[in-house]
């Protein structure tokens, strides 16, 4: 298979997935290493196609238009309160979009995280101990964003109770 036919597959198989699709996965079905596959959507994305990285895999990004309540909550906790404060989210039928960092270098940082269920926070959490990664938080006391889309504003108020609850919000002094 060429290149070009290579990625048309990729972004045809992503188009079609409802859920995401990790590199490892496109390769061993593609016979390419993970590498080509990072490449290609690189490329892919160079192009213009709207194509995101979460730590599951890649994601088509859909044209339709997301009705849903989009809010953003600052925290601030230790790593060890972090699985409880993403169940808080999902628990009461948020998505965790993603994190950012204001760091003082580069300015606002982002993970995407599309986190929408214990499973995948168990997921996220498993890989974070898997890599042996460090949270964005960590560059910066422990404070971070969350973008959380839900249902309606009812319920992202809802989410912030759950969250001052377990005292994670960011409470400035």
Do not use: W
Request: charge should be negative; include cysteine; aromatic fraction near 4%.
């Amino acid at each position: 298979m060429k290149a070009i036919e290579r990625r048309q597959e990729i972004s045809k198989r992503l188009k079609e997935s409802q859920q995401a699709l990790s590199a490892s996965t496109l390769a061993k079905e593609l016979q390419v290493s993970r590498q080509i596959i990072v490449g290609d959507v690189a490329l892919l994305r160079a192009e213009g196609m709207a194509i995101t990285a979460t730590p599951r895999g890649y994601l088509m990004n859909s044209q339709k238009e997301d009705t849903r309540f989009i809010g953003r909550v600052v925290c601030q906790h230790t790593m060890d309160r972090t699985k409880a404060e993403l169940y808080a989210i999902v628990d009461f039928g948020g998505e965790v979009l993603n994190v950012s960092v204001e760091h003082p270098l580069y300015g606002e940082l982002s993970g995407q995280l599309n986190l929408n269920s214990r499973h995948e926070v168990d997921d996220f959490m498993e890989r974070l101990d898997t890599v042996q990664a460090t949270l964005l938080s960590q560059l910066t006391d422990g404070i971070h964003l969350h973008t959380i889309a839900c249902k309606d504003q009812e319920t992202f108020k809802k989410i912030r109770v759950a969250l001052e609850e377990l005292d994670v919000l960011y409470q400035s002094e």
